[in-house]
């Protein structure tokens, strides 16, 4: 019966030894001829010009309130509205006549002064050989040589009297501080004007150059101060585009004046003024504009499609290489610094030369155990030229 039992199982373990051969054998021509397939991208030397784009609203680089400095009616309007002025140009007459009478009289009575201020002169002299002679006391010599200084006094008084008369006959003129722009008159001829007045008769504005006012968060420009001359090369002049709202461009770039350091407690933002040369007047004073500012830039940059770059649980940006020999290398911890149409920007773990996969990734995580493995490159490696690149920022701003 024993024997019987052994002759029946017999067949049963020669066939199982020779499926488990046939398997071995289908795995052994499994890893040798059939590798996973991938497709890679080869990281190329670029220069990354890192920009951003910001709201922006024009204003004008000087404004000058046209305000009366003496009351009275106005008797004409010396300019045209909506027009160019001088620096000096006359603007408005306001009537002259009580301040042409008030100079008029100044001028008198500097005349006095300065008679009155003779004849004392002329009393003390006289006084002075009467008191040799002891002909008078030395008590009128004294009171003559006061009123001679007293009428020295008067003459000084009147003259400045008679500069303000003066000051306030020329302020019946209103003249412009500036050279600009001047809009509409808020004033006709017969309005009667007061000295200080709020509300203002005119408004000059300068227009060339011309400011225009951007915001960026407070947080974000720290940032880009802090990455200046490590992460990249700050611009120099001239490193601001201006587009309007229709999206055509400005002619001129502009560069950076100043950045207000105070944050506005409101929005978070510091504000960032530009300025640009206006000579055809095309930018306007309130206008809400896109200008385009130029931080600086990345040479030899690295730049990866996104697909290749993974991360693991712990957060890691992670990315596998495929190598010279078709091994495949598992990169961790990669530091990625901005991202822009489909690309990362990597500022650690990926040099230029190497080919990153790109496609097939999910037939790779044994590697990320620790495996060994190959992989097989399918068609040729992909790459970004700059020219590609800067035709990807540009369309990024817009």
């Not at 040099?351 to 190959?374: C, F, H, R, S, Y």
Request: glycine share 6%; proline share 4%.
């Amino acid at each position: 019966m024993r024997f019987n039992k052994l002759v029946l199982a017999l067949p049963v373990v020669c066939a199982s030894l020779l499926i488990l051969t046939s398997c071995d054998n289908g795995k052994s021509q499994n890893s040798n001829n059939k590798l996973p397939k991938v497709t890679v991208f080869k990281v190329e030397p670029l220069n990354y010009t890192l920009k951003i784009s910001l709201p922006g609203r024009v204003i004008a680089s000087q404004i000058a309130e046209i305000r009366p400095q003496v009351g009275g009616i106005v008797l004409k309007r010396e300019f045209d509205e909506s027009s160019n002025v001088k620096a000096g140009q006359s603007l408005y007459q306001i009537d002259p006549a009580i301040y042409q009478a008030n100079y008029d009289s100044a001028v008198a009575s500097v005349a006095s002064a300065k008679a009155n201020a003779n004849i004392a002169q002329l009393t003390l002299k006289r006084y002075a050989g009467l008191l040799n002679t002891k002909s008078i006391s030395q008590q009128d010599y004294d009171k003559a040589a006061a009123d001679a200084k007293q009428a020295e006094a008067a003459v000084s008084v009147a003259q400045a009297a008679e500069h303000t008369a003066k000051v306030n006959l020329d302020y019946t003129k209103v003249y412009s501080p500036i050279d600009g722009y001047i809009g509409k008159s808020s004033v006709t001829e017969g309005a009667l004007v007061s000295a200080g007045q709020s509300s203002p008769l005119a408004l000059v504005q300068q227009l060339d150059p011309i400011y225009v006012d951007m915001t960026e968060a407070a947080t974000r420009y720290n940032k880009y101060l802090q990455d200046e001359n490590v992460i990249y090369e700050p611009a120099k002049d001239n490193n601001v585009e201006l587009y309007f709202n229709d999206g055509s461009k400005y002619a001129y770039p502009g560069s950076v004046k100043f950045s207000d350091m105070t944050v506005n407690e409101t929005t978070g933002t510091v504000t960032l003024r530009s300025q640009f040369a206006n000579t055809e007047g095309k930018i306007l004073p309130g206008m809400f504009v896109k200008p385009q500012m130029t931080l600086g830039y990345i040479k030899n940059a690295v730049l990866v499609p996104q697909q290749g770059i993974t991360s693991n649980a712990k957060g890691q940006y992670t990315a596998k290489i495929l190598k010279p020999d078709n091994t495949i290398e598992y990169r961790q911890d990669i530091q990625v610094y901005t991202g822009i149409n489909g690309y990362w920007v990597v500022t650690k773990g990926i040099d230029i030369g190497e080919q990153v996969i790109v496609t097939g990734l999910l037939n790779l995580i044994a590697v990320e155990m620790g495996i060994p493995m190959k992989g097989k490159m399918v068609g040729e490696p992909a790459k970004l030229t700059q020219e590609e690149l800067d035709s990807i920022i540009q369309k990024s701003m817009k």
